[in-house]
């Protein structure tokens, strides 16, 4: 029998304009996913991520939210198509896709924390900026970052992608600094269109003010599938799931370390279930030895069936 593949959901920035279309065209249960979604948005998701412009999508609370709901539906299609997980981890956003996936949490609470969460940020007017380094030892840039925190600046290291991939994350200036010194010593330095610090300290006072929200979720238990979660490492209680729901956003998503433990544990396949091929392509910085295919639409899902089983 074939090993079933683990799950990987992707993060903010995967949306593109046209996701989820044949989803919704198709199926008569994601538009009704479609609409609750967007009702409690407050945003016209369908409209939005088939037509952009590209401006609305990327806004924060329609980017979040239809990735989530894409990678959603994603994962309910490789289900139906006999596909399932033999455990999920999630980039950054992704980790509430993943959560709902290993059936640690019902769709409808985590997209009501994922709403708390923009809400909180915007009422706070928490902001900050986003950067990836790419080809630059960790060292060098843990150094640069320590040397600008020693003279007040707010910057940290958000995401570890793989030994050599980073993003930056913290106020605006700082990562704009960062970014610039660690130009000469990187392949590659890419402001990204990000207006939050996520993953980062500033992000505390909107965990502060969502704490009783997580505190009185309801449908919070101990995932049935195995979850990977952005410490590093399989979660395996409900208290844990709770806590990463309330917390994850003020600190690092360590996504080399998560995909790592994956592969220790034995996951050899995986498959993207969400927009784009974000996590495709960053797996081959981690462990060319894997194979992982990008599943974010029926036809690519079509070809994911065909794939892993002859894996």
């Given at each position: 029998m074939t090993p079933a593949p683990a799950f990987l959901f992707p993060g903010q920035l995967a949306e593109w304009v046209g996701m989820g279309r044949d989803f919704f065209e198709s199926d008569p249960e994601a538009r009704a996913l479609f609409a609750r979604t967007s009702e409690r948005c407050g945003r016209d998701l369908a409209r939005i991520l088939f037509e952009g412009p590209e401006d609305a999508l990327h806004e924060?609370?329609?980017?979040?939210?239809?990735?989530?709901?894409?990678?959603?539906?994603?994962?309910?299609?490789?289900?139906?198509?006999?596909?399932?997980?033999?455990?999920?981890?999630?980039?950054?956003?992704?980790?509430?896709?993943?959560?709902?996936?290993?059936?640690?949490?019902?769709?409808?609470?985590?997209?009501?924390?994922?709403?708390?969460?923009?809400?909180e940020t915007e009422r706070l007017g928490v902001r900050g900026a986003m950067g990836a380094v790419v080809g630059a030892r960790r060292e060098a840039v843990e150094a640069a970052l320590e040397r600008l925190r020693s003279e007040g600046r707010a910057v940290w290291i958000g995401n570890v992608n793989a030994s050599t991939q980073f993003v930056l994350t913290g106020r605006s200036d700082a990562v704009a600094e960062a970014l610039e010194s660690l130009r000469p010593r990187s392949l590659s330095v890419l402001p990204l269109t990000m207006t939050w610090p996520i993953h980062s300290e500033l992000m505390t006072p909107v965990a502060e003010a969502i704490a009783p929200r997580i505190a009185s979720l309801a449908?919070?238990?101990?995932?049935?599938?195995?979850?990977?979660?952005?410490?590093?490492?399989?979660?395996?209680?409900?208290?844990?799931?709770?806590?990463?729901?309330?917390?994850?956003?003020?600190?690092?998503?360590?996504?080399?370390?998560?995909?790592?433990?994956?592969?220790?544990?034995?996951?050899?396949?995986?498959?993207?279930?969400?927009?784009?091929?974000?996590l495709t392509k960053m797996v081959r910085w981690i462990d060319r030895t894997t194979r992982c295919v990008a599943a974010g639409s029926l036809e690519a899902i079509r070809a994911a069936v065909d794939i892993v089983g002859r894996s």
């Amino acid at each position: 029998m074939t090993p079933a593949p683990a799950f990987l959901f992707p993060g903010q920035l995967a949306e593109w304009v046209g996701m989820g279309r044949d989803f919704f065209e198709s199926d008569p249960e994601a538009r009704a996913l479609f609409a609750r979604t967007s009702e409690r948005c407050g945003r016209d998701l369908a409209r939005i991520l088939f037509e952009g412009p590209e401006d609305a999508l990327h806004e924060n609370l329609a980017a979040q939210a239809g990735v989530y709901l894409v990678s959603t539906l994603s994962a309910r299609a490789l289900r139906r198509a006999g596909i399932e997980p033999r455990a999920t981890a999630g980039y950054s956003l992704g980790n509430y896709a993943a959560m709902v996936a290993a059936e640690a949490i019902s769709y409808d609470e985590a997209l009501e924390i994922l709403i708390a969460v923009w809400r909180e940020t915007e009422r706070l007017g928490v902001r900050g900026a986003m950067g990836a380094v790419v080809g630059a030892r960790r060292e060098a840039v843990e150094a640069a970052l320590e040397r600008l925190r020693s003279e007040g600046r707010a910057v940290w290291i958000g995401n570890v992608n793989a030994s050599t991939q980073f993003v930056l994350t913290g106020r605006s200036d700082a990562v704009a600094e960062a970014l610039e010194s660690l130009r000469p010593r990187s392949l590659s330095v890419l402001p990204l269109t990000m207006t939050w610090p996520i993953h980062s300290e500033l992000m505390t006072p909107v965990a502060e003010a969502i704490a009783p929200r997580i505190a009185s979720l309801a449908t919070v238990r101990d995932p049935i599938v195995p979850y990977y979660g952005p410490e590093g490492r399989a979660v395996t209680s409900g208290a844990e799931i709770r806590r990463l729901l309330g917390t994850a956003f003020c600190h690092p998503t360590l996504w080399k370390d998560t995909f790592e433990r994956m592969v220790a544990d034995g996951a050899r396949t995986f498959v993207e279930a969400g927009p784009g091929e974000m996590l495709t392509k960053m797996v081959r910085w981690i462990d060319r030895t894997t194979r992982c295919v990008a599943a974010g639409s029926l036809e690519a899902i079509r070809a994911a069936v065909d794939i892993v089983g002859r894996s």
